[in-house]
Structure formats: C-alpha cells, structure tokens
C-alpha cells in the first residue's frame, strides 16, 4: 500500500489533459511506441470524432523513483460541466489530483469548479501550469492566478507541455512525494466502491472499483451491498491499457470485477463490494444523486423496437450512471421514455451513444426543465414535460429552476455580457477582477434560459473568451404558459412547450415558422398553429407538393426509380409520421433554434 498512488487528472476543457495523459503513459512505458496513438484513453469513437472526454478512464502504471517502485492508479475526467458528475466520482477513488492550466488561457470557470470539488474531498492538489510551449503563454499571470485559486506556493505549480513533454518528469516525481499513499486496513472487512460499470456482451457486466479495506481474491464471494446479491469474483484484475486479470487486489488499489452480472440494474455505481463471510459493518459513503437539468422524450423511430430500446437504455445507464429516465407515452409518438440529462450536450451524447453503440434510431423531443406547479387544491406537482402540464384554471402558481452562473471573461467583453444575462431574465450578484484583463461575474438565471443555446451566445459575444459553469440554487415563481403546436387541427403533444409569458407570442410566431422551414411538403397542405389554451396565436401554411418524385423518371428506367425510393426511404430516418404528417428531428428541437 506505501508504493500506490491514486490520483486524477482535472481541468477545464480542452486545457490538455489527455494530451498529458498520454506522455505520462509513454513516459512510465505503460504503452509501447507501437500501441501509442493520440489522446489514447479517449477510446470511445465519439470522444475521438469531436476532441472531448466523455468518460473517465482508469489505467494503472508503475514508477520507479528513487530505486523504489511504484503502482500509479490514474483517472483521467472529461473537462466539460454536462459531466462534471463522472468527475466526482472518480475523485472519491483517489487521494491526488493533478490540476492542469492552460498557460494561455489560464484559469476557467471548470478550473474553479473542479478544484473545489477535489479540495473539498480532501484530494492533495498539484497545480501544473500546462501548454507552457506556447508562444502565447502568460506564464507568471496565471501563476498569479493558481496561487490565488489554490493557496500554493508559486513553487509548487510545475511547469509542463502535455504536447512537448515538458516537466513530465517533475510531474510524476510529485505524485509519489506529495500525494500520499491509500489508507486502509488490508486485514479488515472488504469494502470495495464501486465506481464504474461497463456492459460487456460476452462476459457480463465488467464492475470498477477502489478497496478502500481489505483484500479481494480470485473466486471469493462477494456481496454487493445496496442489492444484498451475492457473486463469485470469477475474473479480477487491474486496468492497464487492457484489463489484465490477477489473483488478488490488494487495498488501496483500483480494479476490476467479472462475475457474469446480465442485468444492469444489479450494479448500482456508488454501492460497496464486500465479502459474504465476515462482511463489513456498513457500506463506503456513495455518491451524491445526480440532479438531471434538462429532461426530453427519447422515443424509438421504429414503434416496434420500444423494448429494444429499453434495453440499449438500460445498458447504457451502467456506464453512464448519470442518465436517468423512466416510461413515458405520447399521444403523438406512443410508447418512449423521459430522460433526465445533465445538460444539452449529456442529451446529444446520449441519443449519438444509443445509436451508436446500440444500434437505434430514436427521436427526441423537446427539451424542457422541470417545473413545481402549485395547485389551488392538492399537492405540488413536478413537470418534466410540457404534456403533463395541467388545466391552468387549476394552477395557484408555477415555480421554475434558477440557477447561479460563473461567468469567467475580459474586461472588454462585461458589457456584452452582462446585456445577454438580462435578456435571459438574468440578475447580476457579483462581479470580481482575477487580473487587470479578466473579470468573473456571478449571475442568478432561470436554468431554462441558460440550458439550451446560451453558450452559444456567450461565445459568439465574447469571441471564445468566456467560460461558464453552473450550479443549481432553488425554485422561484416565475409565469410560465404552455405553448401547443397543432397541425392541420390536431394537437402534437410532442412539440409543446412551456415558455416564460413575456415571450410566449414571439416564440410562437416564430415557432411556426422555423416549422414551416422545417416540416417536409406533402401532397396536401399542411397548417402550422401556434396555440395558448384556447387562444391561437400563430399560423403558417404549407403548400401541397404537386409534382411526385417519380415523375422525374418519365416511367422508364426502373433502377434509377428504385434508387430514388431507396434515397427516399433513407432520408426518412428519425421521422415520425403523426396522423398523416411527417415530422423530422429537427422539428422537434425547432425550439431551441428561435433565437438564432
Ligand atoms: N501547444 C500545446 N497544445 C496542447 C498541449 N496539450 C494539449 N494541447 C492541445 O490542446 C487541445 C486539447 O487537448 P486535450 O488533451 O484533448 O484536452 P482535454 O483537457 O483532455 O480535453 P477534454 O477532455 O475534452 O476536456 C488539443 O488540440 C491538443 O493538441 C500542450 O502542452 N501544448
């Protein structure tokens, strides 16, 4: 246990730390030149197609310092807030953390968020100053910055370049001084946390986990405790770049666990491993439940593959523990379920993962916050959706999500900044200069406002110069209505939202009309209209289509024919037909896109 060192890896986005990862792993030969590729524990297709970290990894390593060997554990975390959920956990599997900064950004909003989180878990930190090669690094502001954040020495803040591998040397030399080892009682009750889970087909569910005490053994039994199910430990072993299988894990470590689980609901991630004879008196503290922001429909294109869709859910759910969703249905698209995500982004990641991984093809609809509606007689109700809004005779008052927002940017861009805020329904609560240049604002702001296409915004607005982070506060009353969508007449519940009054009749307007760009032309006409209650609002219309795509043909050659209906019934994909109306995915997130 004195030669292990658990730590992570921790940073804003994009402020390098796979790229470092990387070095460390080449460095301490984890992986030969011949295995070595770009940014290697972002496995997942998804996280190399669009440069991000999705999931946290684990892979161990050893190091020798000083003559003496070392067992590395290192967790790498993904930067963005939408998964700042996997960050938290794997902080509870580590004693360390390293803090990267970019030296030519320097400190961000995740920087921030990211070091309480550690700092608050009792995590040793060591700041590392990253991307020193750049020429437009700032070396000492951002040092003055780290030591201000961190309360460090500016000695303490090693400098490196993930991308030149500067200081990867300093950087694991510090591990083993400043990090200290596990503690734990080898001889005591096992007590394993569990904190991730992947879904293996062939060998069942693969357990992670960190022994906190006691020592796991090949073909012990095991009993997880929040379940009460018990399992024989038939493969265990340590995470290299592959699993690597071993007869015992010993406290402190990091490993894995295969004991043929099917079903994904028998592991639960934050649940303690134990031994069935001489089980530990209680189970390790486990995590925080997640707070989903955002909530949308996930439906089946294909009606028939509703179970199929339920169990590519469920299996994604164990390596993704921050999903969470039950059975919904929808007069429009029947039988689907109602997902919580952690934020616009968790949402894409999800339908591309079921898509994917799992091979579906799924509609989502609307995103919505969820709302408390006081009723004049009875109970609160929770909203996730706009269809289970209910009569508005029978509403006392609606109370909606606010959230504080950390904006961290320059000077020059406050103003700006500040505009956007209000424009949201936004209040400002403070305002700090970190340097001459940049400022960091606190705002209160209705999470409906600041979920969907506010980043965006901030972006454009400050040119890349703003970062963001969020954390929910309360419930405040706010007027909001429910804003339906009919086509020629019929209500499609899937496409109502609820909107702040004020701007009710705007979105409405232009509601219809981002449909009407939208819906594909049939051979009849189709009416767009925008309703409140009774009150119609709105209405666009879609001409009939005349010509049919055949008459291209002139009727004669009858592949190029059946190659058109192919390319027809392809584009067809995430479409669903309600009542006799073709409705696209984009359709559905028409919403979002209003103020673009
Ligand atoms: N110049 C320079 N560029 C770097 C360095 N390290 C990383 N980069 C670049 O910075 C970008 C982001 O690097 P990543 O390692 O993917 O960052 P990350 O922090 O893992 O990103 P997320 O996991 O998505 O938060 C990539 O384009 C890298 O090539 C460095 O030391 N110097």
């Not at 006799?580 to 997130?589: L, S």
Request: glycine letters at 6%; proline letters at 4%; hydrophobic letters at 40%.
């Amino acid at each position: 246990m004195e030669n292990i060192r658990n730590f992570c890896i921790i940073a804003h986005i994009d402020h390098g730390k796979s790229t470092l990862a990387d070095r460390l792993l080449e460095f301490t030969q984890t992986v030969s030149k011949r295995e070595m590729q770009a940014q290697l524990l972002d496995d997942m297709d998804l996280e190399r197609e669009r440069g991000i970290t999705i999931k946290s990894h684990a892979i161990q390593m050893n190091y020798v310092y000083q003559g003496k060997p070392y067992v590395f554990n290192l967790i790498d975390t993904p930067g963005h807030v939408d998964f700042s959920y996997e960050v938290s956990r794997s902080i509870a599997a580590c004693e360390g953390a390293l803090l990267l900064v970019d030296a030519s950004q320097g400190i961000e909003a995740q920087t921030i968020s990211n070091f309480f989180l550690a700092w608050g878990n009792n995590l040793t930190i060591i700041p590392v100053l990253n991307k020193v090669d750049l020429p437009g690094a700032m070396v000492e502001e951002v040092k003055d910055e780290v030591v201000d954040l961190v309360g460090c020495d500016r000695d303490d803040i090693i400098h490196a370049s993930g991308k030149e591998g500067i200081g990867i040397e300093d950087i694991l030399n510090a591990v083993v001084e400043r990090i200290p080892a596990p503690k734990g009682d080898p001889n005591g009750p096992l007590q394993a946390l569990i904190f991730d889970s992947v879904f293996n087909s062939f060998r069942g569910i693969e357990v992670i986990f960190r022994i906190k005490n006691g020592t796991l053994r090949k073909g012990d039994k095991v009993k997880f405790m929040a379940t009460g199910k018990e399992y024989n430990a038939d493969e265990i072993g340590i995470l290299r770049l592959d699993k690597e299988p071993r007869d015992v894990v010993h406290t402190g470590d990091v490993g894995y666990l295969i004991s043929g689980i099917k079903q994904a609901k028998e592991v639960k991630v934050g649940d303690t491993i134990t031994h069935v004879e001489r089980p530990a008196a209680e189970a390790i503290k486990g995590f925080e439940d997640v707070k989903p922001m955002v909530f949308a429909g996930i439906y089946p294109v294909e009606t028939s593959e509703y179970e199929d869709l339920r169990d590519a859910m469920e299996k994604l759910q164990l390596n993704d523990a921050s999903l969470v969703w039950e059975p919904e249905t929808s007069a429009a698209l029947g039988f689907g379920f109602r997902c919580g995500f952690l934020g616009m982004l968790h949402m894409e990641i999800v339908q591309e993962r079921l898509e994917r991984e799992f091979d579906m093809t799924v509609i989502t609809t609307v995103p919505s916050v969820q709302f408390t509606c006081y009723m004049t007689k009875g109970d609160p109700i929770t909203i996730h959706a706009p269809a289970d809004m209910p009569d508005p005779n029978n509403i006392d008052h609606i109370e909606e999500p606010f959230i504080k927002a950390q904006i961290i940017t320059k000077t020059e861009y406050v103003g700006p900044v500040i505009a956007l805020c209000m424009d949201k329904r936004g209040i400002i609560k403070n305002q700090n200069y970190i340097t001459a240049e940049r400022v960091e604002m606190t705002f209160e702001i209705p999470l409906s406002e600041v979920v969907f296409d506010f980043f965006d915004r901030l972006k454009t607005i400050s040119r890349g110069y703003a970062s963001l982070d969020y954390e929910l506060i309360g419930y405040r009353e706010s007027t909001m209505v429910k804003l339906d969508i009919m086509l020629n007449g019929d209500k499609v519940d899937a496409l109502s939202a609820i909107v702040h009054r004020d701007k009710a009749y705007e979105w409405g307007k232009r509601l219809c009309e981002k449909l009407r760009e939208l819906l594909p032309r049939q051979m009849f006409e189709i009416a767009i209209q925008a309703a409140i209650g009774q009150k119609i609002i709105a209405r666009e219309t879609i001409k009939a289509l005349r010509k049919n795509v055949l008459a291209k043909c002139y009727g004669g050659d009858i592949s190029r024919k059946r190659k058109l209906l192919e390319k027809q019934k392809k584009g067809k994909k995430r479409m669903r037909q309600v009542g006799n109306v073709e409705i696209p995915q984009e359709a559905f997130m028409a919403v979002l896109k209003l103020e673009s």
